[in-house]
């Protein structure tokens, strides 16, 4: 039996993907905003208008325009009533515009309720609690300097305080949510202040999955020698429903070459991706690469990657769809479907986000068997930054994996990463 030769780099299989499923036709639906949270946005969306509309005070107070108080306040003229003040001259009504005609500007100020409308001229508020109310004048006193040096006013009012722009959170013709974007719910609410009551969402590619090998059995069987329980499949299809993917179908196959093909030849009409788990390296039972090279498009693009773990993976085209080869062993299946079924998924207009944060590396690790090494690791918080210890584990052992928090790439071309580098997690 020949070694799986050549090993691609990761880079390079990426490139392949796109370069063969680039642009895939995608289906797209219109849901209802609520029904929107995690879904993944089918076009790019634009405001068609200032939000907010108008400006609006952020309190409840009075609003003045700032350079008549501040005349008021530094000028010590109409101190009548003992103060600097300006004359009450209404109410802002909440949800309505109220229409100020023929207001003296430089004496006059205008109750209004957090939220209201900032009537035109106006382009400050003073809160409540920061005024006196004084023979039917809002005084101002409170700005002024507390030594009463009237001359050094605090007057710390700008045109702007207290209120929140017309436009300041989303300007008319701003590009808002991109294309492939998953909504978050904060999302949703900058839709809602939009007026979209519908969004149009990607309908999300179907997943078939098939384990692979005769020493599975059901998660509820008993174990006789030999067998263990079939967990791959579940883990997989959690990876694919924490993306927003699915439906995805979920089968174990016979280890024979008949089994295999025939599930490839009918599965590959009924969804439209096909990954297949185990089966996929070199060993006398190993029939998925050679059911897969006899019915695709053009052949395996490619079989064999440089990375740990990870080694056998295949991808190929069939009838113009996807089907990818993941290896058994339930780390290395995981990794597979984390660097190469998101770049695919991608290719449906997705944008799959891999979260990372930076963490110290508490102890050096190696790039093992002279692969790109995806190294499992657990966060804690040091004293000043995130710490990352490297885990100690094996490609077939769940709890390599379940046990970590992220996991470290180290590259074939430094070949090591050093303790006390920094590096970036990927959060699992
Ligand atoms: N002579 C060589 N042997 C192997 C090579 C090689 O290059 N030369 N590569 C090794 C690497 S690396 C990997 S990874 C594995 C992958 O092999 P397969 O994809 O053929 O996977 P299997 O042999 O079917 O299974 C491997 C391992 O994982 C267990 N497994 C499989 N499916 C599941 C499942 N659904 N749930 C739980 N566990 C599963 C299976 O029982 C095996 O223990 O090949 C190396 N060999
Ligand atoms: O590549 Mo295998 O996935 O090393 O365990």
New binding site residues.
């Given amino acids: 039996?020949k070694?799986?030769r050549p090993l691609i780099e990761i880079d390079d299989a990426r490139a392949l993907i796109r370069q063969h499923f680039s642009e895939r036709p995608v289906k797209k639906e219109r849901v209802p905003l609520f029904e929107a949270l995690g879904r993944y946005l089918a076009m790019d969306l634009n405001a068609d208008q200032d939000m907010p509309p108008f400006d609006k005070s952020t309190v409840d107070g009075y609003a003045v325009n700032t350079s008549m108080l501040h005349r008021k306040l530094t000028s010590g003229e109409n101190l009548s009533n003992g103060c600097p003040s300006l004359r009450l001259v209404g109410e802002v009504v909440m949800g309505t515009e109220v229409a100020i005609e023929e207001v003296d500007l430089e004496d006059s100020c205008i109750y209004i309720p957090t939220g209201g409308f900032l009537p035109k001229g106006f382009d400050a508020v003073v809160k409540l609690e920061e005024i006196e109310q004084k023979d039917g004048r809002i005084c101002f006193e409170n700005l002024m300097n507390q030594s009463g040096d009237k001359s050094m006013p605090v007057f710390q009012l700008q045109p702007g305080t207290n209120v929140i722009r017309k436009g300041e959170d989303v300007q008319a013709g701003d590009k808002i949510i991109k294309r492939g974007r998953r909504l978050t719910r904060y999302d949703l609410g900058v839709l809602g202040m939009l007026g979209f009551k519908e969004v149009e969402v990607i309908v999300p590619p179907s997943l078939s999955i098939a384990?692979?090998?005769d020493?599975?059995v059901d998660i509820d069987a008993p174990l006789s020698p030999g067998k263990?329980?079939?967990?791959?499949?579940t883990?997989l299809a959690g990876i694919a429903r924490e993306w927003g993917l699915g439906p995805v179908k979920l089968t174990?196959l016979e280890?024979t070459y008949e089994a295999v093909e025939s599930y490839v030849k009918s599965e590959i009409d009924q969804c439209d991706i096909l990954i297949t788990?185990?089966?996929?390296?070199?060993?006398k039972?190993?029939y998925?690469p050679a059911v897969v090279q006899s019915l695709s498009d053009h052949g395996l693009l490619f079989h064999?990657m440089n990375i740990?773990?990870?080694?056998?993976i295949g991808v190929a085209a069939m009838k113009g769809k996807p089907v990818v080869?993941?290896?058994?062993?339930?780390v290395?299946?995981v990794v597979g479907f984390i660097v190469l079924v998101s770049e695919l998924v991608n290719q449906f207009g997705f944008d799959i986000q891999h979260p990372f944060c930076y963490a110290e590396l508490m102890e050096t690790i190696g790039a093992e068997d002279g692969r790109t090494t995806y190294h499992m690791v657990r966060l804690t918080e040091g004293e000043e930054k995130m710490e990352a210890a490297p885990l100690r584990g094996k490609?077939?052992l769940?709890t390599y994996i379940a046990n970590a928090d992220g996991y470290v790439v180290v590259p074939l071309e430094t070949g090591e990463v050093k303790a006390g580098s920094r590096v970036k997690v990927f959060l699992l």
């Fill in positions: 039996m070694p799986i384990t692979t090998g020493e599975l263990i329980r079939d967990i791959n499949g883990v174990r280890d788990s185990g089966g996929s390296s070199v060993g039972k190993d998925i064999g740990k773990p990870g080694k056998p080869l993941l290896p058994g062993n339930p290395s299946t490609s077939g769940i």
